[in-house]
């Protein structure tokens, strides 16, 4: 942690000094809380009243580069180290000013790492492997927190050294252990409503950067548009993280996306069907812990309407094949009949 950063986060500073904490949350007044990885926990620290909590809000935007005040009430930026922060004023919000950070960790981890962590086991990591060699176009979808953005970068790391990642985030997230990529990333407007770069710009200068692979740390708006273009293209084994509750749920999301875009829904089935492939979904477990709860193939219907059919559900060590498992044992050269449906009976 830099001497700057420490120095604006005060009381707090030693709650991300603590490797563990992927989360901060400062919700004004009324406490603190921190996720180790175990879901939200109350921390040991309390600031005083809103006039404290509100200094360290602006001190903290400041060091990110941003104006935080009631002419611009709230403000995402980067802090120094790769820390995400997001800070919101009354009377948006009340209670005093809430701060939340997203601390990334010090290196990205392997899926074999994740193994060791309980996301997935060796049968989940045989197919997320193939995934990635096979140049199967994906995303990795779930709720916020799940670990979509490590699931992500792990899967990154596969990709062959010889390939070169174009990585579009509109703040960045994705630590990739990988020779070859190159970071895009958004910019705010300034005070006078300038000078914004969106990722809809950014998903198009990366197409002219002869990427390898087109990655989009979260489709989250209308750079959906531009993604899917990319993903027809001949941009094979591009991929992104989604906000979704289910694999089921991918397609609306993508539909409420290309709504942003001007995208009829129609055109959003025709781009979709053929521009990603796989789903992998992600959730928490009761106890906390960030799992793959479902691997989903995407196509089309004899209706026509693109839809997800899940492959393997359930959970690390408990594996049940649904529909479309054969086909995506197929496409990543697995047999079917291998003791991946049958994980969960040892």
């Known amino acids: 942690m830099s001497d700057e950063l420490e120095q604006a986060l005060g009381p707090l500073a030693p709650l991300l000094a603590n490797p563990s904490v992927t989360d901060l949350m400062v919700n004004g007044d009324a406490g603190v809380w921190v996720d180790r990885g175990e879901g939200a926990e109350r921390g040991r620290v309390q ?34 180290g790769g820390v995400r922060m997001h800070a919101l004023l009354p009377p948006l919000v009340s209670g005093g000013a809430h701060v939340s950070l997203r601390i990334p960790r010090v290196s990205s981890q392997s899926l074999g790492d994740l193994v060791g962590l309980g996301m ?5 990591l045989q197919v997320l492997t193939e995934v990635v060699a096979r140049r199967l176009s994906f995303v990795v979808t779930g709720g916020t927190g799940s670990g979509k953005t490590t699931l992500l970068a792990a899967m990154l790391a596969e990709v062959a050294p010889a390939e070169r990642l174009v990585v579009v ?58 993604l899917l273009t990319a993903l027809n293209t001949g941009h094979e084994g591009g991929c992104g993280t989604l906000h979704a509750n289910s694999g089921a749920d991918v397609v609306p999301r993508f539909e409420a996306l290309g709504a ?23 959730a ?44 995506l044992s197929s496409r990543l050269g697995l047999d079917p009949r291998s003791r991946m449906p049958e994980a969960g009976s040892g």
């Open 260 to 282: 942003l875009a001007g995208m009829e829904p129609s055109a959003v089935h025709a781009q979709l069907a053929s521009a990603i492939e796989v789903v992998v979904h992600l």
């Open 120 to 124: 997935l086991d060796g049968p989940m």
């Open 169 to 226: 985030e509109d703040v960045r997230e994705l630590m990739v252990r990988h020779p070859h990529v190159v970071h895009l990333q958004g910019r705010a407007p300034n005070v006078e409503g300038r000078g914004e770069v969106t990722m809809t710009t950014l998903v198009r200068q990366s197409l002219r950067m002869r990427p390898d692979r087109v990655v989009v740390g979260e489709v989250r708006g209308a750079e959906v548009r531009e």
């Open 284 to 327: 928490r477990s009761s106890d906390g812990r960030r799992e793959v709860r479902e691997v989903s193939l995407l196509g089309r219907t004899e209706e026509g309407p693109t839809r997800a059919e899940a492959a393997l559900t359930g959970r690390p060590g408990r594996w049940e094949p649904g529909p479309a498992w054969e086909k």
């Open 47 to 80: 600031l005083s009243d809103p006039a404290t909590v509100r200094r360290l809000a602006v001190r903290l935007a400041a060091l990110a580069g941003r104006r935080l005040d009631e002419a611009s009430p709230w403000v995402d930026g980067l802090l120094p």
